[in-house]
């Protein structure tokens, strides 16, 4: 299994502290060796960073932990390969433009070879895993449905919501996926969030000695939610979501919701 | 006016030593401070890195300088804004997918805002430069003239020859253009190449107080080909493209040429 780390903050945050988490979990407290890669929106634009080495190694993850990059939304993942060799090609995040937006996706699971079976629309992947796969499908099936970007986006959460229950018809399917305002997190075994505002207190890491006041890091008025498949600190209140559950989160708060469809 | 550094090999080559040079354009020895890009191939894998501040203050760049990535192809663009504001998104090189492999581009130069009345097909700008809309364009003819990849890139070559030729007639526009194996470089006004292959000497930067052996960083059968917008070192003999030229690099060596069709 692979880990996944999500954010949506109201005010550009930069996500070292979580980061500075997970990337232990990357060949360090845990056995993701298989490469690592984060996606950061700064509006509408992507920084991204792609590494098939093990993040605990990686002079790439050191300088994003230590270069604070500030954003609304950011999309992290490291990889324990099960369907894929370890290369560049095959490394999370993926990403493709819709709508003139950038759509970045990672996921955590495994999937039946049934999903390759599945047919493409205009997305193809470059890899060989049945993540990008999946993401090519999904996205895919956003375009033929909305080929231009609705107003209202209750009608295509909902669709997107769907579609993630086909896939985890397939198998095991922990998403994160955004088009630069609105984070996708959809739950078929582990997917924690914790939402931090004001009061804003301390905070630890179970990963790695370092405990950080945000307090004195933010303003009353931010709102920043983290979302990853372990809780990564040990003193605060994280909630798993279900199975079949999805949270659409939008500058930091959560803006729709819905539950499993009925099996 | 932007820089471009490009490079093709037959060998994984890291780009420190051109890069140095580049990076001190941006802000340093050049006027070109609102931000570079760099994108390398590892395979049908890239991984490509986005900073709208200047190249010469850049953390990041700083890592690309001292940290050797290895690749076949590299498109890096440093930018001095014209069309469109200084910010992620409008931050070259640009990528979208078509067959399964990443495409890549990177432009120097201004096109006529008759640009913008041009058609595009299945792919949309993010953000809001005359050269992600130019690649959009030229994107989406390559995919409704091919649907699938060509086993012969002769025609292909021949047919991204005219489209470079119709954006040229809209203003001036150099390119860098890859989608892994191959390198299309375009010359309107300014591009110069260099292929260096056994036996290797020293080679002086132009742009900052730095020599090379590469000897001593090479085997015999290396072949690596640079191209910049201006030649990048002082004691080597470069080529310059002429207006409307193209050349396709494949594994370092030139395999492809056209010239101007007659105007």
Chains 1, 2 share one sequence.
């Not at 997970?22 to 929106?41: C, E, K, N, S, V």
């Not at 999309?75 to 937006?101: C, D, K, M």
Request: with cysteine; charged share 20%; proline share 6%.
């Amino acid at each position: 299994m692979c880990e996944l780390l999500g954010m949506s903050a109201n005010v550009p945050t930069d996500i070292c502290f979580s980061f500075c988490g997970l990337m232990q979990r990357g060949g360090g407290t845990g056995p993701h060796r298989d490469g690592w890669g984060i996606a950061f929106y700064e509006g509408k634009g992507v920084r991204s960073f792609h590494d098939p080495a093990p993040s605990v190694d990686s002079e790439i993850a050191r300088l994003i932990k230590d270069y604070p990059i500030k954003s609304h939304v950011v999309i992290s993942h490291i990889r324990q390969a099960n369907v894929g060799a370890v290369n560049l090609e095959n490394t999370h995040p993926f990403s493709r433009e819709l709508w003139g937006y950038i759509w970045t996706f990672a996921h955590n699971g495994q999937l039946d070879p049934a999903l390759f079976d599945m047919p493409l629309g205009e997305y193809r992947p470059v890899g060989t895993t049945d993540s990008e796969y999946a993401f090519c499908w999904l996205l895919g099936q956003i375009r033929e449905r909305f080929p231009t970007r609705p107003d209202d986006f209750a009608e295509l959460n909902s669709f997107i919501h769907s579609c993630c229950e086909q896939l985890r018809a397939l198998g095991v399917y922990n998403m994160l996926l955004s088009e630069s305002t609105h984070l996708y997190c959809y739950c078929t075994t582990k997917l924690s969030w914790l939402t931090r505002r004001a009061p804003f207190g301390e905070a630890s890491l179970k990963d790695y000695e370092m405990a950080v006041d945000f307090y004195k890091e933010t303003t009353p008025k931010d709102v920043v939610t983290v979302i990853a498949t372990d809780p990564l600190t040990e003193n605060e209140d994280w909630s798993a979501l279900k199975t079949g559950e999805m949270i659409v989160f939008v500058d930091g708060d959560p803006s729709w919701s819905r539950s499993a469809i009925a099996d």
